[in-house]
C-alpha cells in the first residue's frame, strides 16, 4: 500500500464530502448551511490543488482543473457571504441561494475529481 496514494484520495473524499454536507439543505435558508463547513471545505480544496500539482499525468492534468474549478467556486462563494454580511449585516436568502449554488457546482467538480480517481486507479495494474 502507498501512504502518499491513501492521503491524497483521502483529502479527495474528505474534500467532496464537506462540500455535500456544506450543500445539503434547504437552498437559501442559512441556518441549514454554517459558515465553518465551507470554510473546512475551502482551505481542504486548497490542500487537495496544492498536492496535484506533481502529478503530470493527463488524468493528473483533468483532477487539477477539476479542483481549480472547485477552489475558484468555493472563493467566489466566501466572497459572496462576507460581501453579504458586511452590507446587511446578516446573510440575505438572496445571497445565501447564491452561495449554496454556487457550493452546488464545486459540488459537482469534486464528483468528478472522485470519479477520475476511481478511473485511474482501476487503471493500475498489479
Known sequence: MNLEKVIFAFFII??????????IGELSEASHHHVNELFAALIVSLICTVMKFGDRTHFGSTVLASSLVVDL?????????????????????????????????????????????????GQIRK
Open 14 to 23: 474528505l474534500a467532496l464530502s464537506l462540500n455535500f454536507s456544506f450543500f
Open 73 to 121: 467556486l468555493l472563493i467566489a462563494a466566501a466572497i459572496t457571504w462576507g460581501i453579504s454580511t458586511v452590507n446587511q449585516g446578516s446573510i440575505t436568502p438572496a445571497a445565501m441561494a447564491t452561495v449554496t449554488s454556487l457550493a452546488g457546482g464545486a459540488l459537482i467538480a469534486n464528483l468528478l475529481s472522485v470519479v477520475l480517481l476511481i478511473i485511474e486507479t
